[in-house]
């Protein structure tokens, strides 16, 4: 009872190593951490800056260029070893040509399924049913009379058949 009370209560958070977490030193690398990790998945967060800024508790005194070189560089260089292909893009808005957007990208990892959890597989597909249904001994003994009848029916008619021609035979060449 109690290991699927703990199976219940991970499926809504996101895991990680304790090893990957521990080498980290910047604040900011490990609060993006978890939050990368959140989209391990999908390999792309896309995020605003004012969220970022509250995400990872920057100051509000801190520049574009402040948040470049105290921010996103440590994050690159502590996070490119867990995450491959780390990169971030500065999206900028039309307005001003201010910084509004910031993306990370990242090589996504495939999910691994395991025995305990469900596959998601076969959802929306029809699944296929077996009749079940059984004909009943009356029927099957019904056909089985109508088909023998029907044979026959199709041996006298060959042999009608065959007499009406010699028939015909006889009566021609007189």
């Not at 996070?79 to 990208?105: C, D, P, Q, V, Y």
């Not at 699944?127 to 029907?150: A, F, G, V």
Request: aromatic share 10%; net charge positive.
């Amino acid at each position: 009872m109690q290991q699927n009370l703990l199976n219940s209560i991970t499926a809504d958070f996101t895991k990680f190593e304790l090893k990957e977490m521990t080498h980290l030193k910047s604040t900011y690398a490990k609060n993006m951490f978890r939050l990368l990790k959140q989209y391990k998945h999908t390999g792309y967060v896309k995020i605003n800056i004012a969220d970022f800024k509250n995400r990872l508790d920057i100051p509000k005194t801190y520049q574009m260029n402040d948040i470049t070189k105290r921010v996103l560089k440590p994050i690159i260089n502590e996070l490119s070893s867990i995450f491959n292909n780390l990169h971030i893009n500065k999206i900028k808005a039309k307005k001003g040509r201010k910084i509004e957007w910031l993306e990370f990208t990242f090589d996504a990892e495939k999910r691994i399924h395991n025995k305990r959890q469900p596959q998601m597989t076969n959802i929306g597909k029809s699944r296929q049913y077996t009749n079940r249904e059984k004909t009943p001994k009356w029927l099957d003994e019904k056909i089985y009379k109508q088909s023998q009848e029907i044979h026959n029916e199709d041996a006298k008619l060959k042999q009608d058949r065959e007499a009406f021609q010699r028939q015909l035979e006889e009566k021609w060449e007189e």
